[in-house]
């Protein structure tokens, strides 16, 4: 009875400790560098400058969900990499478990899994980017995905629980999206694909409002406009 209780309070004091590590990260700000031993050997965060990079965590080796993910990510690794994204994959395991499992996965699946994957034993990288969401789980990340951009800044971000697996498509989409809406200074509409009319930034002013449905575009209002972008 003592030790249920001396485990209960112990267990208490390190949520506490995740929760006071975790940061706050917020969309438009620059990720925060890290270094960090993978799959691939070890890697910084800032290496990938000049790229996009997809960091995303799983709760654990040799789970289903995540098995099913990782060949997931695997296969749209190439799609990815058209896109200059670099994936990066995450989980509080040891790299000789990393190792095992994508060993495994290749052998069970026939799928080589192509990016790096974070050995995050000490949970560095997962409390830095707050990955950790006690509600969840104390030792495990739930299903985080970061989108970061080449100047390292943080586009995106979606967390999913331990038990839903995230939509590869979706992930695709997102990255299709922001690289559209930098690209030509526009944004998307709910459920846009790639070849679909985008929106107009909204006029700023009266003025530009008065002259906003004589400029060509496909408007409901002075304020919801679309165009088509070039193919
Ligand atoms: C899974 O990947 O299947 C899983 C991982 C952690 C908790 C629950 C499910």
């Not at 995303?56 to 296969?75: G, I």
Request: charged share 30%; aromatic share 10%; with cysteine.
């Amino acid at each position: 009875m003592f030790l249920k209780c001396e485990l209960k309070v112990w267990k208490m004091e390190e949520k506490e400790k995740v929760e006071e590590k975790k940061p706050l990260l917020r969309l438009g700000e620059t990720a925060p560098d890290f270094e960090a031993v993978t799959t691939h050997g070890k890697i910084k965060l800032s290496d990938f400058k000049g790229k996009w990079v997809i960091l995303f965590s799983h709760p654990a080796d040799f789970t289903p969900v995540c098995t099913t993910e990782f060949v997931a990510f695997a296969k749209i690794n190439n799609e990815l990499v058209k896109r200059n994204v670099k994936l990066i994959g995450l989980s509080i395991d040891s790299t000789f478990s990393h190792i095992a499992w994508v060993r495994k996965i290749k052998e069970k699946f026939g799928i080589t899994i192509p990016f790096p994957v974070i050995a995050d034993l000490d949970m560095k990288v997962a409390n830095l980017f707050g990955m950790i969401h006690p509600g969840e789980s104390a030792t495990a990340a739930v299903r985080c995905v970061f989108v970061i951009d080449p100047e390292m800044k943080l586009r995106a971000m979606i967390y999913y629980p331990l038990n839903v697996g995230r939509n590869m498509q979706e992930i695709l989409r997102l990255v299709d999206a922001l690289q559209t809406a930098d690209k030509y200074k526009v944004a998307a509409p709910a459920n846009w694909r790639p070849g679909e009319d985008v929106i107009v930034p909204p006029p700023a002013t009266q003025e530009a409002a008065e002259k906003r449905l004589q400029e060509g575009y496909e408007c409901v209002d002075w304020f919801l406009c679309k165009k088509k972008l070039p193919t």
